[in-house]
């Protein structure tokens, strides 16, 4: 197992603390390894293989496991000693009631609590019913631009093409089953289509009855193809009229829903630099990761600019920011983030190919009066000018630095 120490890190701040860990994130992200790794981190601080219970819902071995009075009969009967005993279960949404087991298991016994889920609504009304103010979430992702070069370094020769490697990321996308072998783009294109079907089927369709599941399928490409955009609801509904496809708008939020919910897509609301409030309207969407687009669309050169904007927004979400699109005048800036005291002003592009475009994407930045940094993300090798205070950075060394 490659250490995703960003993660372990996290995790280890809670260890032995009171609140439930709830590790989160789309399907093979690599949540189940990072309970393994956390296994490992137990055992070398010397606590016992018999106070570790661990539990995959989705192994057959476990399926008698899956109502809440089965599950808290099992652990009970592990539960023989003397200490805190740690749980560890992997995919819990597989449990029917799961969060009045845990409940049971804070309140009944001295334990320590781990939770993986492929659905966000694990942190729904229900839990919050029951575990209100006791749990922490800690989101996982696919593989930032740094852990595909250690996969990439502990599977095979890397080489120290920076460039190139940074070209197969952008092709192949960070799901890491994809970098634990050299799969050409075809295999990994397949490997990436079976991730996506799982989780449209067993995280979208089934968990929310989604009965058409070919107008699933059209609003997913309809989100896919403007990833980067802004659009609303109405927006889709409105296409799908010009289509000659009536759908109910309540249908398209509803659909929207549950692809968030299942992690395929991340919602990004837009917020008024000058009124400081959050907008309801013009959302954007990213994808949980950018290899979903290529295997259900195919590659396409002429999204190149959504497609960097997408590994932009994953690695400030990696990195614990809020981020949202950012609205001045009539201007829009694609990415105001912020983390505690620290703000992020971002404008990403594919190439400064001409003054008109060097214009159009610094302007935005420019009327921006704080000490905050501003930058503009670009594929652009030969372009090292700094205006006004903005920056210019190639996205492959955004993605590398230790801080911005």
Known sequence: MIKRDTYIDKIKKFIGKPQIKIITGIRRSGKSTVLRLLIDELTQRGVNQNQIIYINFESFANSHLTQAKSLYEEVKSRINGPGKYYLLFDEVQEVENWEKAVNSFLVDFDTDIYLTGSNSHLLSSELSTFLAGRYVEIPIYTLSFTEF??????????????????????????????HTSDYDEETADQLVRDIYDSVILRDSVQRHKIRDIELLNRVIRYAFDNIGNTFSGKNVADYFKSQQRKIDL?????????LEGAFIFYRVSRYDLKGKEILKTQEKFYLADISLLYA?????????????????????KRRGYNVYVGKLDQREIDFVAER???????????KLESPETIDREFAPLLPINDHFPKYVITMDEFFKDTIQGVRHVHISNFLLAEDW
């Open 149 to 178: 070069l250690d996969f990439k370094n502990s599977y095979s020769l890397a080489g120290s093409n920076q460039p190139a490697l940074f070209i197969e990321y952008l092709r192949k996308g960070g799901f890491p089953v994809i």
């Open 250 to 258: 309540n249908t398209v939020y509803n659909y929207l829903h549950a």
């Open 296 to 316: 259900t669309m195919g590659y396409r050169d002429r999204m190149i600019a959504g497609v960097l904007e997408n590994l932009v927004f994953l690695e400030l």
């Open 340 to 350: 505690r005291e620290q703000k992020l002003y971002i404008q990403v592009a594919y």
